[in-house]
């Protein structure tokens, strides 16, 4: 059951050979939720582009082990365009069940396609269009599209932006619940408090890293990492 | 939504019957005059007649050897050596796309005393035919009728 | 009066040109309103427009040299340009539309004089008013023109249709896709030499300078009233054809140009569109 996953090595993020981030280190096995937190600007997206190959590391190495580089479920901070974007809730689901080489989708992705609406709740506005949702109801169409990408893993960067109170405890009730039904969990949050209530690793990006579990991150005292050294 | 199809299938479907309604009649008309006409452009003008001209240019096989009328300008070109060109000028509205086809009148005259005068409105009626000049295929009408309009008194 | 109409539009069907110009301008339409949709969901339509000046200027050396069937200079020079946009759009210091703009004026420019100087054409007027605005281009095809525009629509509704969910996927959301795999690089870059493709195409119908309405007015006529990237699709097919057919034969039938005729008909159906998604929206225009 806990299978590695993934594995970060002294990786060091940016572009262009601009170091944005350094020496980052970390482990994630099947089964745990990690959030990273940060800073703005710390270089959390950075991490999470090159996690999914859309960017090199300028140094450092990241090992797959259960989990192959397009076995990963990702949810993007979204644009403006997407969210005016003319698709059918359905549409964008099942786009998550793309794969090189196949160019008509399967029944079977079909079938998913509909576990996923069940599963997350969306059966309520599925043949509603995209652009005429609210926030809360996008995210979680975008959360089931990255569930057909993938049963093993998801990344998250952000998920709750811009949503109100009740609908982010939603998100984060849901999420939690696909975490305990197996899937791991990797967060990007700006939310501390929620991070600690959820996760069972912390990431922490910044002049100071930090990996481990929650209760050691506690002990540290986040508040030490965030505003020493400046 | 579905009504906005049906509208529009109506609609491509009225267009699509307006191909297909009339039989494919010939667009000649038989003209009082003897000789029997193959392609007769006088329903042709702007730049529909300057399109079909440009087409007859552009595909001599199918047009040489057949009598062809249209109406036009006429006009003159000066060549090499003293040699005029006799030419019905055809173009759209705006003179943008013009072009002209020669033609050399009954009895073969070269002469601009038998042409008619350069600008006047006339409707010409002969044969195609290709020939070589130099190195150049060029095309003209022979055994050509010409029929002079009068100017319209204002 | 009526029976009159009918036999004037009955001699204008009979003749092959006609026929030809029908043919071409639905395959053309097609093509353009399928590419459009992405183009404009990208915010890719400067590209279009760029592009289409490139192929004026193209067209301008083809017209110096002399040649007889131009799309075979005009195809490989536009596609090469749009690789280049593309990728140059994305790497360049400058944002990507200052560049476009300098390239689309450049050739505009430089097109207009090579046409001045050197082409050897009886009407120079006429060449440039065809190649910029589509008069009477797309009724004096030659037959090699007809059969190319054939095959490429052709090939060009082939690909759409089984790049469909790719093209949905990389127009939706690039990161995703790249996350799950997909070659964005290539898929981008097949969109880039498809629009190149019809934008040559294009440029019979409605000359190079109209273009960008025969492949941005479908799709934002039919995102007024449409909720699924599908019926997008669809709608801005159906836009597309009606437009371009009721265009080019008001063009034939009252002696206007082609070009600006199809793109006067969008403006008006684009509007009809626009009350219709208001109202449907539930607010009155």
Redesign the interface.
Known sequence: MNGFQISCKNLNLGYDNHVVAKNINFEVNAGDYLCIVGENGSGKSTLVKTLLSLNKPVSGEIIFGDVKRNEIGYLPQQTIIQKDFPASVREIIISGCQKPFKPFYTKNDYKRCEENIERLNITSFVKKSYRDLSGGQQQRVLLARALCATEKMLLLDEPVAGLDPIVTEEMYNIIEKLNREGITIIMISHDIKSALKYANKILHVGPNVFFGSKDEYLKLGHGNLVFSNK | ?KK??LM?LS??MV?VM??N??A????TRATKKEEKIDYDLV??????L???V??IM??PDTYVGKRVRLIGNMGIIDGADNKKYFIVNVG???S????GLEFVIKGGSDKVEDYPEVGKKVRVNGVLESYKEGTQTYLHLVDTDVYVYKDKKK | MNIEFLETLNLYMNLPFVQNAIIVAILISLCSSLLGVTLVLKRFSFIGDGLSHVAFGAMAIAMALNFVDKMFLLLPITIISAILLLKSGRKAKMSGDAQIALVSVGALALGYLIINRFSKSANISADVCTTLFGSTSILTLTKTEVNVCIILSVVVVIVYILFYNKIFAVTFDENFAKGIGLNTEFYNLLIAIVIAVIIVLAMNLVGSLLISALIIFPAISAMQICRSFKQVTICAIIYSLVTTILGLMGAIIFDTPVGSTIVVVEIVIFIIFYILGKIKGGIVA
């Open positions: 939504m906005i199809y529009f609609l491509i267009i307006s191909f309604a009339c494919a009649a010939n667009a329903q042709l003008k702007g730049q529909m300057y399109s079909q440009v087409n552009e595909d759209d509205v705006t943008c796309c013009t072009t």
